[in-house]
């Protein structure tokens, strides 16, 4: 089993940042991959961005390129998302998934936080 804890989220004006960190405890991640994920309201669930924990690439969003980074601190299993030049529609809860591969979360499965609000104002 794998518990995932969120943090950092918060309101912010259109424009500004937020790292958000998620805490991983549980079986060890040399295999596995972890991501962030979000859902608007009245929509579906999205990719964000994600990171295969033994070789560090990561993927992301079109949507968001240029302006997330996704990170890791081996040492206390965390994963963190910085969210640079924040626009309105990236209002939405953000979710820390982790999972054996990046297309185990894309397909929603895997283990799940229980996600963190990100508001955006303009």
């Known amino acids: 089993q794998v518990q995932l804890v969120e943090s950092g989220g918060g309101l912010v004006q259109a424009g500004g940042s937020l790292r958000l960190s998620c805490a991983a405890s549980?079986?060890?991640?040399?295999?596995?991959?972890m991501g962030w994920f979000r859902q608007a309201p009245g929509k579906e669930r999205e990719f964000v961005a994600s990171?295969?924990?033994?070789?560090?690439?990561?993927r992301y969003a079109d949507s968001v390129k240029g302006r997330f980074t996704i990170s890791r601190d081996n040492a206390k299993i965390t994963v963190y998302l910085q969210m640079n030049s924040l626009k309105l529609e990236d209002t939405a809860v953000y979710y820390c998934?982790?999972?054996?591969?990046?297309?185990?979360?894309?397909?929603?499965?895997?283990?799940w936080g229980q996600g963190t609000q990100v508001t955006v104002s303009s």
């Open positions: 990171l295969t924990w033994s070789s560090g690439n990561t």
């Open positions: 998934a982790a999972g054996d591969s990046v297309l185990t979360l894309i397909a929603g499965r895997g283990y």
């Open positions: 549980g079986r060890t991640f040399s295999t596995y991959a």
